[in-house]
Nanobody, 124 residues
């Protein structure tokens, strides 16, 4: 059973930083893509960033490119989302998501494994 455990959300002011973590367990091989979506209640889910575990290729949405950095620790099966220069529009629940999928598949939502989410709130 795949499990994703997120941590690191919080309340910050605009311009500050946060780092989210997601520990993945239960994958028996490396052919999966893992990353972060975010969602504001009442709005559509938005893909943020992901990484293809087997070849270490990352993808970022245009809305966060240059401010957020996705990295991984292969020994700990953990990914990190370093979020710098946060803006009020980054306020959302951030979900870790992973599946045996290509980056394109992941972006298009072909995902069956989700974390419970962590709240990020950025005040102006």
């Amino acid at each position: 059973e795949v499990q994703l455990a997120e941590s690191g959300g919080g309340v910050v002011q605009a311009g500050e930083s946060l780092r989210l973590s997601c520990i993945a367990s239960g994958f028996n091989h490396d052919d999966y893509t893992i990353g972060w979506f975010r969602q504001i209640p009442g709005k559509e889910r938005e893909e943020v960033s992901c990484i293809s575990w087997s070849d270490d290729v990352t993808w970022y949405s245009d809305s966060i490119k240059g401010r957020f950095t996705l990295s991984r620790d292969t020994a700990q099966n953990t990914i990190y989302l370093q979020m710098n220069n946060l803006k009020p529009e980054d306020t959302a629940i951030y979900y870790c998501a992973a599946d045996v999928a290509t980056i394109t598949g992941w972006i298009n939502g072909f995902i069956s494994n989700w974390g419970h989410g962590t709240q990020v709130t950025v005040s102006s």
